[in-house]
């Protein structure tokens, strides 16, 4: 996988205007995806979303994106930031997949509609739970796939299973660091063994991991839990389920623990039922 991921129909030019380029394909990815979501949501964010490049003081220690929120007041749109230190590391592929995590309908739809949610304590709309906010992101990878977001697209379908095999891979990771006393190196050894992800991506990923135990494993408890909890609606209401209601379900509360989530999810099927 990193032998293919190096060949050069997948990458830009390591330079400023192939960086420049990667910025505007980001921009061009999140406004089709903004664009096809009709079908699948009735809420949506009001602030703005906007690709930038990862500050060149963060990027050796940053992850190859993330989301900041919007400002409280309205100034500031939120940010998909990339990291653009070595554009060898930005394969094409898998740029899709991304963009849909970070950014629509992933973390900029969950954050940016919990900021502006009305009637919740104000920690409510700003404090993440880990496992339901990447939960959600991670969610959002599939939904977009079932949307068709990859239709026409073979190798962009590939990254996102290429993500979903980085996702896997970072359970063993997170667990043999923190359960079975794995070496740093032991770590990197495994994630460059059975991912396509760049050196310098292992490395940065693994010191996160390291620092932040149990991280990487709630993303993927929390993305269990919604398509149970969406399941479960579906199998319980029949004709009456409507897929946007159940994502108003899940974005129009704020963010909370995961047993208090499946809470939210009962009530919302006996109120329908």
């Known amino acids: 996988l990193q032998d293919f991921a190096k060949e050069d129909r997948f990458l830009y030019p390591n330079t400023d205007e192939g960086r420049a380029q990667a910025l505007a394909d980001y921009q061009r990815i999140l406004d ?5 979501l009709g079908t699948v949501f009735e809420v949506r964010p009001k602030a703005a979303l906007k690709v930038e490049r990862v500050p060149e003081f963060r990027e050796k220690t940053s992850a190859g994106a993330y989301y900041q929120m919007a400002d409280l007041g309205g100034g500031r749109p939120g940010i998909f930031f990339a990291n653009l230190r070595d554009m060898n590391e930005v394969a094409k592929f898998g740029m899709k997949t991304l ?3 970070e950014g629509i309908p992933g973390h900029h739809f969950q954050l940016a509609i ?5 009637g919740l304590p104000f920690f409510r709309r700003l404090v993440p739970f880990t496992a339901y906010a990447e939960g959600w992101a991670l969610y959002a990878e ?20 290429d993500a979903e095999l980085f996702r896997a891979v970072r ?17 990197i050894d495994y994630m460059a063994q059975h991912t396509a992800q760049a050196p310098e991506t292992i490395v940065s990923e693994v010191e996160r991991y390291i620092v932040m135990p149990g991280q990487a494993c709630a993303y993927k408890i929390g993305e269990i839990k919604i398509l149970e909890l969406r399941q479960k609606a579906q199998q319980a209401l029949g004709d009456k389920f409507d897929l946007r209601q159940f994502h108003n379900v899940i974005l129009k509360n704020g963010s909370m623990p995961l047993s208090l989530l499946e809470q939210v999810v009962e009530e919302y099927i006996q ?3």
Do not use: F
């Open 32 to 36: 089709e995806m903004d664009a096809s």
């Open 99 to 101: 963009a849909y995590h």
């Open 114 to 118: 919990a900021m502006e949610l009305r």
């Open 142 to 161: 599939k939904l977009a796939r079932e949307n068709g977001a990859y239709a026409g697209d073979p190798y962009s379908e590939l990254g996102c299973l």
């Open 171 to 187: 359970l063993v990771v997170d667990t043999g660091i923190h359960a079975m006393r794995w070496t740093r190196q032991q770590a």
């Open 271 to 273: 109120g329908v039922g």
